[in-house]
């Protein structure tokens, strides 16, 4: 693979967040599978009844506790390189409890965002004592800034998936089903390069003004235009998201109205990323344009989300959040507007750099005509 796995999920990762552990004064910190996990080791362990768990104690060092049958898996994975002790438990054995004995009773301890309730309750009982927070808490701030290395896998798969969409206009013909037209770019998306299909959306006519349509049985006419919102997972764990409109022959003059005015908004809100200005203002750069041409109404969502190892993670794109963004931050620039009987959303994934922004995506933004 072309990306260096070992560079992606560096060894001294784990001594940074152990220092961000210290400094919020949690007891512990406690990661089951998920983008926490892989984050912080470079495993992408599977979610399972049975307790796999990273361990990050303020004082004492980390341990990672894997079923038995587990453990081929998790020294294949980057773990082997971190030097972390991997502890494993048996069938028969309490993993809480041998996670508990090795922890004591800390006072407060930090669970990963998407640790399921089965796992949040027992550990509960293993900490009786303990206030449970959440993960984000000391992780966010870091996951938030990627790396170079990191920002390169994030283009990687931005070109990935604008390769998919160069592939889509020829699949547009009347009378082929939305649902025709999705797997085929689910297929697409993966001889891409992406190991995983996270959403495909062919939203065509009266469907392109629900954001989050999926597919339907609905076939292609001509005059449509499609809404075509796609994105996958690549090996390097990192993840692709971009939104695109085509259209069968020529749309409704109304809705080309309404386009111009979007893309102006996107534009605008892309030229607006740079250091030390809120993400909130990113989001009303393209809101006050769309506010200012009569559409105001028909912009229903945020502009965006950050992207890395999950497709919608901080910082989001939405009034209220005051996040002034820095260097290495990644997220989409989405705005929509869904009048009816149609819609359009143009989305790029762009990333804040030095003194500016990079878009990720750079397939046309104008309407495509299939
Ligand atoms: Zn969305
Ligand atoms: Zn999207
Ligand atoms: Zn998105």
Redesign the pocket.
């Known amino acids: 693979m072309s990306t260096d796995l070992k560079a992606l999920y560096p060894a001294t990762r784990l001594a940074a967040v152990t220092d961000a552990v210290r400094a919020a004064g949690l007891g512990a910190l406690l990661l089951t599978p998920g983008p926490d996990l892989r984050y912080v080791t470079g495993y992408d362990a599977k979610q399972l009844e049975r307790l796999t768990c990273l361990a990050v104690p303020a004082t004492g060092e980390p341990f990672l506790l894997v079923p038995r049958l587990e453990l081929g898996a998790a020294l294949a994975s980057p773990v082997s390189t971190l030097g972390v002790e991997v502890v494993t438990w048996g069938e028969t054995e309490d993993a809480f409890a041998i996670a508990a004995a090795r922890l004591g009773a800390p006072d407060v301890v930090a669970l990963s965002d998407r640790m399921w309730a089965l796992n949040v309750l027992k550990f509960r009982d293993a900490f009786p004592a303990a206030t449970q927070v959440l993960a984000s808490t000391v992780l966010s701030g870091l996951r938030i800034r990627k790396s170079a290395v990191e920002v390169a896998a994030l283009r990687e798969a931005g070109a990935a998936i604008d390769r998919v969409h160069a592939k889509v206009p020829a699949w547009l013909k009347p009378g082929a089903t939305e649902r025709e037209i999705g797997a085929k770019i689910a297929e697409a998306i993966l001889g891409e390069g992406h190991v995983q299909v996270d959403f495909v959306i062919v939203a065509s006519g009266p469907n392109g003004a629900s954001p989050h349509h999926d597919v339907s049985d609905r076939a292609l006419e001509r005059g449509d235009v499609v809404v075509v919102?796609i994105g996958g997972t690549m090996e390097s764990g990192y993840c692709s998201?971009c939104t695109r409109v085509y259209s069968i022959g020529e749309p409704p003059a109304e809705f080309a109205a309404y386009f111009t005015v979007l893309r102006e908004a996107q534009e605008a809100a892309c030229a607006s990323v740079r250091p030390g200005v809120t993400a909130e203002s990113v989001d009303a750069a393209a809101r006050d344009i769309i506010a200012a041409a009569g559409y105001g109404e028909w912009f229903i969502h945020r502009t965006?989300?950050g992207i890395g190892l999950e497709?919608h993670e901080d910082p989001y794109i939405v009034a209220g959040n005051a996040t002034p963004l820095a260097p290495g931050m990644a997220f989409?620039v989405?705005p929509g507007i869904y009048p009816g009987p149609h819609g359009a959303r143009i989305?790029d994934i762009v990333v804040c750099t030095e003194d500016g922004y990079e878009r990720l995506n750079n397939a046309p933004r104008d309407l495509v005509i299939a």
Do not use: F
Request: aromatic fraction near 0%; avoid cysteine.
């Open positions: 919102d998201d965006g989300h497709s989409s989405e989305e």
